[in-house]
């Protein structure tokens, strides 16, 4: 009990206070393409709504079951807590050395219907199982698997491997945490860094975890929001690129304790939302285009690398009806260029962002994983004379 006693009380601050505390990737002067929204978060599209709930107990030599524990779970939901209307979806894997469970019924169906949760890789059963239970206990009934009072969920429940900082096999993940995620989700700005999923994660040599980045489109290109969140824990250190230049190498003398030569190992959740009136198969060729946003950051999506995406469009509400036909609106092909580069733009500052938000964390067996040096990265932008003047946007 003492544990869920820390997380509620973890979670009752509210998320604005971890986005003012913490600075995120233009507060440094790292340049970046594109217009953000106003959170310059994946909840700029209208209705987006993100929870986080954190374990952290224990310290020293690992106990398996007791700890150290650092890991969490993270919900987004499309449409908040007050609609289950699906929204239309896909996903796609670049490298597939990972797991994202309800993936058949994405594909089949073209609808996204559950809340989508991330977590580490030995608590994908119980999230998804947790989710169902929520479900049934709010009502939150799947309307693209229920025949008339009857139901069945397959939720959308994603990982990345957090074992060097978190006692993994120790399944501290449970039902309540899932629950605390799911009812704290908010559509305000999105807590970053070492927070839910992303607690225990590891990035391009340095600690990782969860960040997220919007692009706002012109009126003359639609006036559309992208939005992306990710749960970073890939590549090798020697990989890292930061606006182009390859602060990963310029910093591999500075001692940090992990992966400091080695290659593009860990894995990637990329999720990207956009209020675009996209059909499924368009939504599937935005999620092609933020893999270019994960390479513009360094990585090559290695063998070992579980680099898998799902996207969905909260336009075209009250699509899936239990019987008749339904009127739909798709953007037209030839109009859709600039929301693969927004996409593209708002993975890459999402990886950075939840790298300079990430702190430097202490886990299992003392493993220590530092977080980027903020002042070193300035240093070596400003080297390369690409350190832009500050914005706190």
Known sequence: MKKITTLLLFLLVPALAFTQAKPRARDLGIPFDGTTGTLNAITDVNGIEVGHATIITGEGKVQVGVGPVRTGVTAILPRGKKSNDPVFGAWFSQNGNGEMTGTTWVEESGFVDSPVMITNTHSVGIVRDAVIAWQIKNSFVPKTSSVGEVFWSMPVVAETYDGWLN????????????????????????????????????????????????????????????????????????????????????IEKDSFGYRENEEDVGSIIIVVATDAPLLPHQVKRLLRRATMGLARTGSTSGNYSGDILIGFSTANTEAQKPSGVSQVSMLSNNQIDPLFSATAQATEEAIINAMVAAETMTGVDDHKISAIPHDRLKEVLKKYNRLAPPSMK
Do not use: W
């Open 167 to 250: 006692d993994t096999n120790g399944f501290h993940v449970k039902k309540e945490h899932v629950f605390a995620a799911l009812d704290d989700a908010s559509n305000g700005p999105v807590a970053e860094g070492n927070v839910g999923g992303g607690t225990g994660m590891i990035c391009y040599g340095f600690k990782g975890g969860i960040g997220t980045a919007s692009r706002k489109l012109d009126e003359k290109n639609g006036g559309y929001t992208v939005g992306v969140l990710v749960q970073c824990n890939c590549g090798g250190k020697n990989q890292l690129l930061i606006a182009g230049i390859p602060v990963g190498r310029e």
